[in-house]
């Protein structure tokens, strides 16, 4: 992990009062635009016993709605332990405590301890991270089946609202920054460990993107 994000930045900016408004929403209103996304691309794919990694999950919600939609078991790779306590919460309500296990570690750094998944999931993880490769490599190489993606559109306006986003935690010193990877970029390197792309498809800011297992 680099200089400009520290575990103390990435707790600041995913702490628990954000993981408890994330919660609250989703019992109120469901998955946010964007899983809803993944969710519904992934269910048509076919989700029935497959087991899902998901990367950066925070509360969960994902992993939930693909579990009662049929999958057989989640592993959850967490960066901070500030969304263990709602995540669980959720699972306790859903009754799925028992299917899935959480874990709290970097994955790009000891992803080789984290079995691999039929699925695996990294929903708005990429623009955390500074070292892209390494994370979309160590993603694809878990990815059995599949690795689905949401990371930003890369288009003038999210060029400054990023850059307006990190001088303001520069200059409030958050040892956190959002990164801008090049979309063609994280593509070709989950390409280049033996997946195809097979969706690549823009929203207003997020792009979804899905990968699957060369034959």
């Known amino acids: ?25 989703y019992r109120r209103k469901g998955l946010d635009a964007t899983s ?14 497959r087991t899902v990694l998901e990367v950066g999950g925070g509360i969960g919600a994902i992993q939930i709605e693909l579990l009662k939609a049929g999958a057989a078991r989640a592993l959850s790779v967490e960066l901070t332990p500030t969304y263990e306590e709602e995540a669980t919460a959720l699972l306790r309500e859903a009754g799925l405590e028992e299917r899935v296990e959480r874990r709290v570690m970097d994955f790009a750094a000891a992803g080789a ?27 694809s190489d878990h990815a059995r089946e599949m690795l689905v993606m949401s990371f930003p559109k890369r ?46 498809e823009s929203g207003v800011l997020w792009t979804v993107a899905a990968l699957r297992r060369a034959a």
């Open 1 to 25: 992990m680099s200089d400009c994000c520290t575990p103390k930045g990435y707790r600041w900016i995913f702490s628990e009062r954000s993981a408890r408004a994330e919660a609250k929403r």
């Open 36 to 49: 809803r996304r993944i969710f519904d691309f992934v269910k048509r794919q076919g989700v029935e016993g």
């Open 113 to 139: 301890a984290v079995e691999g998944a039929d699925i695996v999931i990294m929903n708005r993880v990429i623009c955390c991270y500074p070292d892209m490769p390494r994370l979309a490599g160590a993603g």
């Open 155 to 200: 288009t003038w306006w999210t060029r400054i609202a990023m850059l307006l986003g990190n001088t303001s935690l520069r200059a409030t010193r958050r040892e956190f920054q959002i990164f801008l990877h090049p979309p063609k970029s994280i593509l070709a390197t989950s390409e280049q460990h033996g997946l195809r792309t097979v969706l690549n």
